[in-house]
Antibody, heavy 120, light 110 residues
Framework: QVQLVQSGAEVKKPGASVNVSCKASRDTFTSSHIHWVRQAPGQGLVWMGIINPNNGVTSYAPKFQGRVTMTRDTSTSTVYMEVRSLSSDDTALYYC?????????????WGQGTLVTVSS | QSALTQPPSASGSPGQSVTISCTGTSSDVGRYNSVSWYQQHPGEVPKLMIYGVNKRPSGVPDRFSGSKSGNTASLTVSGLQAEDEADYYCNSYAGSNNVIFGGGTKLTVL
């Protein structure tokens, strides 16, 4: 069974950083790529990037390159995403999601989402 | 890298068919057959409805179908039901290890 369990909601001030975690079942962690997608309130889905948990190789959407870092901890089957220099525009629900086993660029299972609120 | 273009809204009566378009470019939708569609009900996580342009995951009703012509992909929902009312998003592989989503379409069942 695919399980992606994300960390709880965060409230941050402008200029701060946030680190969101996504704990995967062991099978998912070792066999899949993990995507991060965000959704601002009332807005659409925006793809942020992808990480291969096996080797840590990442690819980021041009919009987030240089401001987002995705990492993983193999001992706990957890993937992390750090977003730096937060502004109110970063207030959103952040999802981790599994890349499909036969096409890593297709998301098939989603975490429950982590709400990040940026407010002074 | 702009979002794929979807109409903001679509609607149909129960039993009717409705088609939602998703327009990209020759660098994404037009080049790759890695187009997916997601359904999202309010307060819920997105659900994969169509992948690989026209394939349905197990459990998705065959009322949902997908197609592609040139740079435009389409999702058709036949025999509309009340529970089909939701937001729908397309996405596509865009090359250079990137993925792009559409802006979303709110489907209303009248």
């Amino acid at each position: 069974q695919v399980q992606l369990v994300q960390s709880g909601a965060e409230v941050k001030k402008p200029g701060a950083s946030v680190n969101v975690s996504c704990k995967a079942s062991r099978d998912t962690f070792t066999s899949s790529h993990i995507h991060w997608v965000r959704q601002a309130p009332g807005q659409g889905l925006v793809w942020m990037g992808i990480i291969n948990p096996n080797n840590g190789v990442t690819s980021y959407a041009p919009k987030f390159q240089g401001r987002v870092t995705m990492t993983r901890d193999t001992s706990t089957s957890t993937v992390y995403m750090e977003v730096r220099s937060l502004s109110s525009d970063d207030t959103a629900l952040y999802y981790c999601a599994r890349g499909s086993l036969d096409d890593i660029w297709r998301v098939d299972y989603w975490g429950q989402g982590t709400l990040v609120t940026v407010s002074s | 890298q702009s979002a794929l273009t979807q109409p903001p809204s679509a609607s149909g009566s129960p039993g009717q068919s409705v088609t939602i378009s998703c327009t990209g470019t020759s660098s994404d939708v037009g080049r790759y057959n890695s187009v997916s569609w997601y359904q999202q009900h309010p307060g819920e996580v997105p659900k994969l409805m169509i992948y690989g342009v026209n394939k349905r995951p197990s459990g998705v009703p065959d009322r949902f179908s997908g197609s592609k012509s040139g740079n435009t992909a389409s999702l058709t929902v036949s025999g509309l039901q009340a529970e089909d009312e939701a937001d729908y998003y397309c996405n596509s592989y865009a090359g250079s290890n990137n993925v792009i989503f559409g802006g979303g379409t709110k489907l209303t069942v009248l």
